[in-house]
């Protein structure tokens, strides 16, 4: 059985996974960046950490196979296959009001900070913080000396991540609104994506 769930874009959404169950993000059109987190179900104080991950893998992005790591240093998901042009990003926080404000918009915007806790909160479930995500589909290229910048993701309509639950969780997507700088494509308008629950 599938439980398919759209993620409008601009918003977020949560969802429950037991220990084995597959998860797959889905980017629908191709050009949007999904910010993923998990957080393990009777404790949303443990969570899926880019720092612990990093250490661990000795990488700046996972592959197929590799385990995603909590704050706690257990496995929480493993990357079982990826479609997509494989390009990943752990290293940008997840965006935020202020994030916006920096980038000069007056009032309020959309954001991932935001959609985090609105998916969370439809399943009754507060986070205390915004842990960095693991942002799907997000090109930030680097240079040797650290230079960084925010790139058009390379397009694969319907390219998507498989994770495997590696404990009971809760796992949040969040279709990022930014349309400032051209993270979800040149045209700088983000997308819906899809979430998909498999047993």
């Known amino acids: 059985m599938v439980q398919r769930i759209t ?3 601009r918003r977020g959404k949560a969802a429950s996974l037991r220990a084995g169950q597959k998860a797959k993000v889905i980017n629908t059109y ?3 960046v999904v910010d993923t987190w998990a957080f393990v179900a009777d404790d949303m104080k443990e969570f899926m950490s880019m720092e612990h991950s990093r250490a661990a893998l000795s990488n700046l992005r996972p592959k ?3 385990f995603l790591y909590t704050n706690r240093r257990r496995a929480i998901l493993r ?3 990826d479609t997509s042009s494989k390009i990943h990003d752990t290293l940008i926080a997840a965006c935020d009001i202020f994030r916006y404000q920096l980038l000069g ?9 935001d959609n985090l806790a609105a998916g969370l909160r439809e399943l009754g479930l507060v986070s205390q913080g915004t842990p960095s995500p693991l942002n799907l589909f997000m090109n930030i290229p680097w240079t040797a ?5 925010f790139e058009a993701p390379p397009a694969i309509p319907g390219g998507y991540v498989l994770f495997e639950a ?11 609104p930014q349309d400032i700088v051209p993270i979800n494509g040149a045209a700088c308008k983000p997308t819906e994506a899809h979430l998909e629950i498999l047993d």
């Open 7 to 9: 993620i409008p874009a």
């Open 30 to 32: 191709g050009q949007q």
């Open 64 to 66: 197929t196979g590799d």
């Open 79 to 81: 990357l079982v296959e």
């Open 105 to 113: 918009c007056e009032g309020y915007h959309d954001n991932c900070t």
């Open 145 to 149: 000396e650290g230079k960084l910048t």
């Open 166 to 176: 590696q404990l009971d969780l809760v796992i949040a997507c969040s279709a990022c």
